[in-house]
């Protein structure tokens, strides 16, 4: 499995960014996919997370209400849609995929997002 992330940039402050995260190779209907962020000189965490089958989403609490996770299963894309963003949402955001979105297997490469005040 191999994922590429993109989308990322810089925004001011309440503004938006999608991110997408494409998966290639071999992929499983039970994986799940889950959006991470590492701010600098802290460790990643969750961000939002969805199964590839089926209408389960997850968020952490900085997300609810301004985040919103989607999939195209055909096209094998899951987006990030980012709203109302704050300085505090800069980070290098990574998308992952598993059996659970919160423990993926697979990883990859990180886009950075810029928030502005």
């Known amino acids: 499995v191999q994922l590429q992330a993109s989308g990322g940039g810089l925004v001011q402050a309440g503004g938006s960014l999608r991110l997408s995260c494409a998966a290639s190779g071999r992929t499983f209907s039970n994986y799940a996919v889950g959006w991470f962020r590492q701010a600098p000189g802290k460790e990643r965490e969750f961000v939002a997370g969805i199964r590839w089958s089926g209408s389960s989403t997850s968020y952490a609490d900085s997300a609810k209400g301004r985040f919103t996770i989607s999939r195209d299963n055909p096209k094998r894309t899951v987006y990030l849609q980012m709203n109302a963003l704050k300085p505090e949402d800069t980070a290098v955001y990574y998308c992952?995929?598993?059996?659970?979105?919160?423990?993926?297997?697979?990883w990859g490469q990180g886009t950075l997002v810029t928030v502005s005040s």
């Open positions: 992952g995929t598993g059996v659970s979105a919160t423990t993926p297997d697979y």
